[in-house]
Protein backbone atom coordinates (compact mmCIF):
# COMPACT_ATOMS: atom_id res chain seq x y z
CA UNK A 1 0.00 0.00 0.00
CA UNK A 2 1.81 3.21 -0.79
CA UNK A 3 2.27 5.79 2.15
CA UNK A 4 0.25 8.85 1.31
CA UNK A 5 1.55 11.67 3.95
CA UNK A 6 0.19 15.27 4.21
CA UNK A 7 3.26 17.62 3.44
CA UNK A 8 3.83 21.21 2.08
CA UNK A 9 5.07 21.56 -1.10
CA UNK A 10 9.09 21.14 -0.90
CA UNK A 11 11.02 24.32 -2.87
CA UNK A 12 11.88 21.85 -5.80
CA UNK A 13 8.36 20.51 -6.60
CA UNK A 14 8.58 21.42 -10.45
CA UNK A 15 11.93 19.39 -11.38
CA UNK A 16 10.74 16.63 -9.01
CA UNK A 17 7.52 16.30 -10.49
CA UNK A 18 8.82 16.39 -14.05
CA UNK A 19 11.52 13.81 -13.44
CA UNK A 20 8.99 11.62 -12.05
CA UNK A 21 6.66 11.94 -14.63
CA UNK A 22 9.59 11.09 -17.23
CA UNK A 23 10.15 8.06 -15.14
CA UNK A 24 6.78 6.39 -14.84
CA UNK A 25 4.70 8.35 -18.06
CA UNK A 26 4.30 4.62 -19.90
CA UNK A 27 2.98 2.90 -16.57
CA UNK A 28 0.58 6.25 -15.86
CA UNK A 29 -0.46 5.90 -19.55
CA UNK A 30 -1.62 2.68 -19.30
CA UNK A 31 -2.92 2.86 -15.78
CA UNK A 32 -5.20 5.49 -16.55
CA UNK A 33 -6.56 4.29 -19.75
CA UNK A 34 -9.58 3.18 -17.63
CA UNK A 35 -10.44 7.10 -16.83
CA UNK A 36 -11.34 7.51 -20.56
CA UNK A 37 -15.14 7.19 -19.75
CA UNK A 38 -14.47 10.50 -17.44
CA UNK A 39 -12.83 12.08 -20.09
CA UNK A 40 -14.97 11.19 -22.73
CA UNK A 41 -18.43 12.00 -20.65
CA UNK A 42 -16.87 15.65 -20.14
CA UNK A 43 -15.18 16.31 -23.36
CA UNK A 44 -18.53 15.66 -25.37
CA UNK A 45 -20.30 18.50 -22.45
CA UNK A 46 -17.52 20.21 -23.31
CA UNK A 47 -18.43 20.03 -27.29
CA UNK A 48 -22.46 20.80 -26.28
CA UNK A 49 -20.91 24.16 -24.36
CA UNK A 50 -18.77 25.48 -26.49
CA UNK A 51 -20.10 25.34 -30.13
CA UNK A 52 -16.46 26.73 -31.93
CA UNK A 53 -15.18 23.05 -31.17
CA UNK A 54 -17.39 21.23 -32.96
CA UNK A 55 -18.16 23.51 -35.88
CA UNK A 56 -17.12 22.30 -39.82
CA UNK A 57 -14.87 24.10 -42.01
CA UNK A 58 -16.02 26.74 -44.02
CA UNK A 59 -16.95 25.67 -47.83
CA UNK A 60 -14.23 26.81 -50.15
CA UNK A 61 -14.68 30.48 -51.10
CA UNK A 62 -16.95 31.49 -47.89
CA UNK A 63 -15.82 33.72 -45.79
CA UNK A 64 -16.70 32.56 -42.37
CA UNK A 65 -14.43 31.72 -39.94
CA UNK A 66 -14.98 28.47 -37.66
CA UNK A 67 -11.33 28.36 -36.09
CA UNK A 68 -10.98 27.85 -32.32
CA UNK A 69 -8.07 27.86 -30.28
CA UNK A 70 -7.87 25.48 -27.46
CA UNK A 71 -4.79 25.13 -24.49
CA UNK A 72 -4.18 21.85 -22.40
CA UNK A 73 -2.32 22.34 -19.42
CA UNK A 74 -0.80 19.12 -18.28
CA UNK A 75 -1.31 17.67 -21.59
CA UNK A 76 0.69 14.38 -20.71
CA UNK A 77 0.51 12.00 -24.02
CA UNK A 78 -2.05 14.22 -26.21
CA UNK A 79 -4.46 11.50 -26.16
CA UNK A 80 -7.81 10.84 -25.89
CA UNK A 81 -7.67 14.86 -25.28
CA UNK A 82 -5.63 16.90 -27.81
CA UNK A 83 -6.62 14.19 -30.35
CA UNK A 84 -10.18 14.65 -29.95
CA UNK A 85 -10.30 18.17 -29.81
CA UNK A 86 -8.24 18.57 -33.03
CA UNK A 87 -10.37 15.81 -34.64
CA UNK A 88 -13.68 17.82 -33.60
CA UNK A 89 -12.89 20.54 -36.19
CA UNK A 90 -10.14 20.43 -38.98
CA UNK A 91 -9.67 24.21 -38.28
CA UNK A 92 -9.22 23.83 -34.22
CA UNK A 93 -5.40 24.76 -33.59
CA UNK A 94 -4.03 23.54 -30.08
CA UNK A 95 -1.60 24.22 -27.91
CA UNK A 96 -0.05 21.19 -25.33
CA UNK A 97 1.82 21.96 -22.23
CA UNK A 98 3.47 19.32 -20.03
CA UNK A 99 6.30 19.90 -17.33
CA UNK A 100 7.16 16.67 -18.57
CA UNK A 101 9.77 15.90 -21.48
CA UNK A 102 8.66 12.07 -21.92
CA UNK A 103 5.07 13.01 -21.84
CA UNK A 104 6.04 15.87 -24.67
CA UNK A 105 7.85 13.00 -26.89
CA UNK A 106 4.74 10.58 -26.56
CA UNK A 107 2.02 13.13 -27.38
CA UNK A 108 4.70 14.43 -30.48
CA UNK A 109 4.20 10.82 -31.48
CA UNK A 110 0.35 10.33 -31.16
CA UNK A 111 -0.75 13.54 -32.21
CA UNK A 112 2.15 13.53 -35.44
CA UNK A 113 -0.28 13.87 -37.97
CA UNK A 114 -1.21 16.99 -36.58
CA UNK A 115 1.83 18.21 -35.81
CA UNK A 116 2.65 18.04 -39.70
CA UNK A 117 -0.14 20.25 -40.51
CA UNK A 118 0.81 22.58 -37.97
CA UNK A 119 -2.23 22.45 -35.63
CA UNK A 120 -0.75 21.51 -32.79
CA UNK A 121 1.62 22.79 -30.61
CA UNK A 122 3.21 20.77 -28.14
CA UNK A 123 5.63 22.68 -25.00
CA UNK A 124 7.52 21.38 -22.25
CA UNK A 125 6.55 24.22 -19.58
CA UNK A 126 5.99 24.75 -15.85
CA UNK A 127 2.06 25.88 -16.50
CA UNK A 128 2.35 28.11 -13.57
CA UNK A 129 5.24 30.21 -15.13
CA UNK A 130 3.61 33.21 -16.23
CA UNK A 131 6.78 33.84 -18.78
CA UNK A 132 6.78 30.32 -20.36
CA UNK A 133 2.78 30.26 -20.70
CA UNK A 134 1.02 32.91 -21.99
CA UNK A 135 -1.46 33.52 -24.74
CA UNK A 136 -3.23 37.16 -25.43
CA UNK A 137 -6.60 37.87 -23.04
CA UNK A 138 -9.68 36.90 -24.92
CA UNK A 139 -7.31 34.60 -27.50
CA UNK A 140 -8.83 30.90 -26.53
CA UNK A 141 -12.49 29.14 -27.03
CA UNK A 142 -11.07 26.90 -24.25
CA UNK A 143 -8.93 25.59 -21.32
CA UNK A 144 -8.62 22.19 -20.66
CA UNK A 145 -6.68 20.82 -17.68
CA UNK A 146 -7.52 17.14 -16.79
CA UNK A 147 -5.66 15.70 -13.17
CA UNK A 148 -3.02 17.86 -13.44
CA UNK A 149 -3.42 21.74 -11.75
CA UNK A 150 -3.87 18.99 -8.80
CA UNK A 151 -0.26 18.41 -8.95
CA UNK A 152 0.82 22.76 -8.37
CA UNK A 153 0.69 24.22 -4.75
CA UNK A 154 -2.46 25.71 -3.99
CA UNK A 155 -1.22 29.71 -4.50
CA UNK A 156 -0.06 28.89 -8.06
CA UNK A 157 -3.90 26.62 -8.80
CA UNK A 158 -5.70 29.79 -7.93
CA UNK A 159 -3.09 31.92 -9.94
CA UNK A 160 -3.56 29.76 -12.99
CA UNK A 161 -7.09 29.65 -12.60
CA UNK A 162 -7.15 33.78 -12.85
CA UNK A 163 -4.48 33.48 -15.75
CA UNK A 164 -6.90 30.96 -18.07
CA UNK A 165 -9.54 33.04 -16.84
CA UNK A 166 -8.16 36.11 -19.21
CA UNK A 167 -7.22 33.82 -21.86
CA UNK A 168 -10.52 32.87 -22.60
CA UNK A 169 -13.14 34.57 -24.79
CA UNK A 170 -16.25 35.46 -23.67
CA UNK A 171 -17.98 32.27 -23.76
CA UNK A 172 -15.17 30.27 -24.06
CA UNK A 173 -15.22 27.42 -21.52
CA UNK A 174 -13.02 25.76 -18.93
CA UNK A 175 -12.94 21.76 -18.32
CA UNK A 176 -10.86 21.53 -15.25
CA UNK A 177 -10.75 18.37 -12.80
CA UNK A 178 -9.35 19.31 -9.04
CA UNK A 179 -8.97 17.00 -5.91
CA UNK A 180 -12.31 16.46 -4.43
CA UNK A 181 -13.67 17.47 -0.77
CA UNK A 182 -11.85 19.39 1.34
CA UNK A 183 -8.74 21.70 0.89
CA UNK A 184 -5.25 20.44 1.75
CA UNK A 185 -2.41 22.32 1.54
CA UNK A 186 -0.15 19.20 0.61
CA UNK A 187 0.01 15.11 0.25
CA UNK A 188 2.92 13.10 -1.09
CA UNK A 189 3.57 9.64 -1.97
CA UNK A 190 7.02 8.45 -2.49
CA UNK A 191 6.49 5.67 -5.36
CA UNK A 192 3.33 6.50 -6.71
CA UNK A 193 2.66 4.11 -9.94
CA UNK A 194 6.81 3.17 -9.88
CA UNK A 195 9.87 3.49 -7.77
CA UNK A 196 10.56 6.73 -9.07
CA UNK A 197 7.48 7.99 -9.13
CA UNK A 198 7.45 10.45 -5.99
CA UNK A 199 4.49 13.03 -6.41
CA UNK A 200 2.70 15.67 -4.68
CA UNK A 201 -0.80 17.00 -4.84
CA UNK A 202 -2.80 19.52 -3.52
CA UNK A 203 -6.52 20.86 -3.48
CA UNK A 204 -8.44 24.30 -2.51
CA UNK A 205 -11.42 22.39 -1.63
CA UNK A 206 -14.89 22.39 -3.19
CA UNK A 207 -15.41 25.71 -1.91
CA UNK A 208 -12.53 27.37 -2.72
CA UNK A 209 -12.61 26.29 -6.46
CA UNK A 210 -15.72 27.79 -6.61
CA UNK A 211 -14.69 30.92 -5.32
CA UNK A 212 -11.53 31.18 -7.34
CA UNK A 213 -13.61 30.53 -10.52
CA UNK A 214 -16.31 33.19 -9.49
CA UNK A 215 -13.31 35.87 -8.87
CA UNK A 216 -11.77 35.32 -12.61
CA UNK A 217 -15.50 36.08 -14.03
CA UNK A 218 -16.00 31.87 -14.63
CA UNK A 219 -19.76 30.92 -14.23
CA UNK A 220 -19.74 26.96 -12.81
CA UNK A 221 -22.18 25.26 -15.42
CA UNK A 222 -21.14 21.97 -14.08
CA UNK A 223 -19.84 21.20 -10.97
CA UNK A 224 -20.10 17.32 -10.42
CA UNK A 225 -17.67 15.36 -7.41
CA UNK A 226 -17.00 11.89 -8.94
CA UNK A 227 -15.53 9.33 -7.06
CA UNK A 228 -12.61 7.40 -9.13
CA UNK A 229 -12.11 4.25 -7.10
CA UNK A 230 -8.57 6.13 -5.81
CA UNK A 231 -10.66 9.34 -4.50
CA UNK A 232 -12.73 11.71 -5.57
CA UNK A 233 -12.12 14.67 -8.08
CA UNK A 234 -14.43 18.24 -8.25
CA UNK A 235 -15.34 17.99 -11.91
CA UNK A 236 -15.91 21.56 -13.69
CA UNK A 237 -16.76 23.17 -16.64
CA UNK A 238 -17.13 26.93 -16.45
CA UNK A 239 -17.72 29.79 -18.95
CA UNK A 240 -16.31 33.33 -19.15
CA UNK A 241 -19.01 35.53 -18.55
C1 LIG B 1 -2.02 12.96 -13.86
S1 LIG B 1 -1.21 13.45 -15.35
C2 LIG B 1 -2.60 13.93 -16.39
C3 LIG B 1 -2.25 13.91 -17.84
C4 LIG B 1 -3.43 14.13 -18.77
N1 LIG B 1 -4.03 15.42 -18.53
C5 LIG B 1 -4.45 13.03 -18.59
O1 LIG B 1 -5.64 13.32 -18.60
O2 LIG B 1 -4.03 11.87 -18.46
C6 LIG B 1 -0.56 15.03 -14.90
C7 LIG B 1 0.21 15.66 -16.02
O3 LIG B 1 0.46 17.02 -15.66
C8 LIG B 1 1.81 17.30 -15.91
N2 LIG B 1 2.21 18.38 -14.99
C9 LIG B 1 2.37 18.32 -13.65
N3 LIG B 1 2.75 19.51 -13.16
C10 LIG B 1 2.82 20.35 -14.23
C11 LIG B 1 3.18 21.72 -14.39
N4 LIG B 1 3.54 22.48 -13.34
N5 LIG B 1 3.15 22.26 -15.62
C12 LIG B 1 2.82 21.49 -16.70
N6 LIG B 1 2.48 20.20 -16.62
C13 LIG B 1 2.48 19.63 -15.40
C14 LIG B 1 2.53 15.99 -15.69
O4 LIG B 1 3.80 15.94 -16.30
C15 LIG B 1 1.55 15.00 -16.23
O5 LIG B 1 1.75 14.71 -17.60
Redesign the pocket.
Known sequence: MADFHPSPPPADL?PR??AS?DAI?LA??SW?AK?NQF?NRYLAKLFGLCPALTATAPESGSSTTTSAAVV??????GVP?LREVLAANPTTHATG????TA?IALAAENLSAYVTENRVILRV????SEQDVSFPDESLDAVI????II??PQDEQREVIARAARWLKSGGCMLVNFGGGPSMEGIVVEKWLGEKGWMFWSSLGDDGYTRALKQACMKVVVADTVEEGTGSFFWVIAMKQ
Open positions: KISYAYNTHRELGCGSIIDISQADMAALWSHL
